[in-house]
Structures are given as structure tokens and as C-alpha cells.
């Protein structure tokens, strides 16, 4: 069974109410942007609404941070804690928060030195530290942790991506690993933060990347530059529940073209709620309600949410999912012929 999407509407009840499909507009071109590798999705659904060679394998400097800093929230229990900058963490070459060997400094301190000041020294210590006293360690960490979010074509020599010819991503792969960082709330916290006062080293960070205090609605994440590199930026930005995320690689008009696009993302889609957990679709053959397992939410044109179908597929009652409820089929989501989202089908809504 597909119903239209202006059915779903009219049947469930529970979905945003959609202003009318009449007289919509085409969304204008992206912007062109001289960058040599760029990608442009949704933060939530990670559909892709730009992009140009985005599985360049190219040199991405201290956006390799990102993962760095993830990993470190990821593996670190006590962000409070004090630990002893190990001597082989001093005098990194590149941006620095000017550790010194034997010093003490929290945990939380490194995070937003890495992140906003982009120091290699903070990087290599909290590498040595989540990685058990091992850089190795830690590099494989990074390496597998890739892997497990889909960037399988990067990799990861280092903790802060100084010049390697054997370390690097994509614009692609980069996005990956940013929209699972933006999901942990310490991760958004910290690389949100226009400014930081760093209490264990007695001072105050101010973050390197302008989109987070030059953008309006900017929200992190990362800058980075080397020779090799180029100008490198993995930008984020929400408005009115949309979150756009913006990679752009050796650009030299890095925060202005990241802009650019995001003006053009903002103007032209918003990410819709499609389905909701616990939301009514139908009724058995027997005459029992069914119910929708998941929420999803959809980045589109308004000419897109036009094309938008939900099509149920019913069966007997037959396993228990996770949540011991009852599974009676699955639903798909198409926008036009093409198949964006399957979902489950309870007997049982949720509470």
C-alpha cells in the first residue's frame, strides 16, 4: 500500500502541517566554490545535497582533530581529572597551547585546546593518554573507529594531522566522521565555544574557526591548515532545526564559501519530520492497530516533499524486537522512485 505524502497527513494526524504544494519554486544551483574537494549534507538524515570530487583522497591537516577529540570523549571517563603532559607531547611542531613537560592539566583543558586552538601538543597528550601511554595505540584506535562510521577511505598517521604522505580522508569521509561527533552533546559543547577559560593552565582559548561567532547561525567544528593541505574547514551551522555540515578542502576563501553554501542550503531545503515513533499506519487484516517503530526526519526542496510516498508492508505478527514489542512488517519512504528510508511496524505504540 503507498500513500501519498499529503495522505499521511490527512491520515495520521501527526505530522507538521505542510504550507500548500501549490506554485513551488525550483531550488536555485549551489553556489560555485573554488575548493579542490567539497561535500555539503544534513547533519541528521546525512543526505548529500552537494558536492565536488568528495572521495578525493587529499591531505586534511588539523580537521583530523575532529576524530581525535571524539575518540578521547569516547574512551575518557573523567574529563576533570589532572593528567602529567609526558615529555614526548613537548615542542610538537605547528599550533600549540605551549604545554610543558610534567605539567598537570585536566583533561577538559586538552579537549578545548585541541579543538579551539588546534594544538598539536594537546592532541599528542590526550592521544598518549586514551591510547594507554601508546600513540600507536591511539592511531589505531582512530583508524578503526573510521572504519566502524564508514570512512573507509582515510587514514590516520597521527592525532593532528601533520604533513604524511600516508595520512588522509575525503571531503566524504570527514563528513562521516563530523556528524557522528556533533551527536555527542561534550563534542557540540566544545566546539561551539566562541571562547574557554582553560582553569588548570590558567588561561583563556579563543576558537580559531570564525564560523562559530561570523556566521549567524554557525555552531562548530573544525579549521585546519598545512602547506600540504591547503585551507581546510569542516563548518557547521543549524537553523530552525535544520543542521547543515559543510566540508571544504584546500579552499582558499575557506569561511566565506563554507557561508555561501550554507545561505543556499537554508534557502532552498529544511529537514521535515516524515514519520514519528508511535505514530498510527493502518490496521491489520484482523483489525489491530499498527504502529510506526521509528521517527525520521528528511531533508528536502519544498518541490521534493511534493514526491514523497509512504508505502506499508504488513505480515503476520512473527518476532519480538528489541523492545519486546510485537513486529508486524515494515514501512518504506520514497521520494519519487527513490527509496530513502525503511522503517518497523509494532502492535504496540510507544508511551
Known amino acids: 500500500m503507498i500513500i501519498k505524502y499529503s495522505k499521511i497527513i490527512f491520515l495520521c494526524a501527526a505530522l507538521l502541517c505542510f504550507c500548500s504544494f501549490l506554485d513551488v519554486a525550483k531550488a536555485a544551483s549551489i553556489p560555485d566554490v573554488p575548493a579542490q574537494s567539497y561535500i555539503v549534507v544534513d547533519s541528521d538524515s546525512g543526505r548529500i545535497i552537494g558536492s565536488r570530487n568528495p572521495k578525493e583522497k587529499l591531505p586534511i591537516a588539523s580537521t583530523t582533530k575532529i576524530l581525535t577529540t571524539i575518540l578521547a570523549i569516547e574512551n575518557i571517563d573523567d574529563f576533570e581529572r589532572k593528567i602529567e603532559v609526558p615529555d614526548s607531547c613537548v615542542g610538537v611542531e605547528g599550533s600549540s597551547i605551549y604545554l610543558k613537560a610534567k605539567q598537570r592539566v585536566s583533561i577538559k583543558d586538552l579537549l578545548y585546546g585541541t579543538m579551539l586552538r588546534s594544538g598539536n601538543d594537546a592532541a599528542e597528550t590526550l592521544a598518549a593518554y586514551a591510547g594507554r601511554n601508546s600513540d600507536e595505540g591511539f592511531v589505531f584506535m582512530m ?112 569561511f566565506q564559501d563554507s557561508y555561501k553554501i550554507f545561505d543556499w542550503a537554508f534557502e532552498n531545503y529544511k529537514s521535515y519530520s516524515i514519520v514519528e515513533a508511535g505514530q498510527f499506519a493502518g490496521k491489520t487484516s484482523d483489525g489491530k492497530p499498527v504502529f510506526v517503530s521509528d521517527s525520521f526526519s528528511y531533508l528536502m526542496t519544498d518541490e521534493e516533499k511534493e514526491k514523497v510516498k509512504f508505502e506499508v508492508k504488513m505480515t503476520a505478527p512473527h518476532i519480538t524486537d528489541k523492545d519486546n514489542k510485537s513486529v508486524c512488517g515494515v514501512y518504506n519512504i520514497y521520494m519519487g522512485d527513490e527509496l530513502i528510508h525503511t522503517g518497523g511496524l509494532n502492535l504496540q505504540a510507544d508511551n
Open 143 to 254: 583508524n578503526e573507529k573510521a572504519a566502524e562510521l564508514g570512512a573507509y577511505d582515510s587514514n590516520f598517521m597521527n592525532p593532528h594531522g601533520l604533513s604524511d604522505e600516508n595520512h588522509y580522508s575525503t571531503a566524504y569521509d570527514l563528513a562521516l566522521i563530523s556528524r557522528h561527533a556533533m551527536k555527542n552533546e561534550m563534542f557540540k559543547e566544545i566546539s561551539s565555544a566562541e571562547k574557554y577559560i582553560a582553569e588548570s593552565m590558567n588561561t583563556i582559548f579563543y576558537n580559531k574557526n570564525k564560523v562559530v561567532y561570523q556566521y549567524e547561525y554557525g555552531n562548530g567544528i573544525k579549521i585546519g591548515y598545512t602547506k600540504a593541505a591547503g585551507r581546510c574547514l569542516v563548518a557547521s551551522a543549524e537553523k530552525d532545526g535544520t543542521e547543515i555540515i559543510v566540508v571544504v578542502l584546500n579552499d582558499n576563501n575557506w
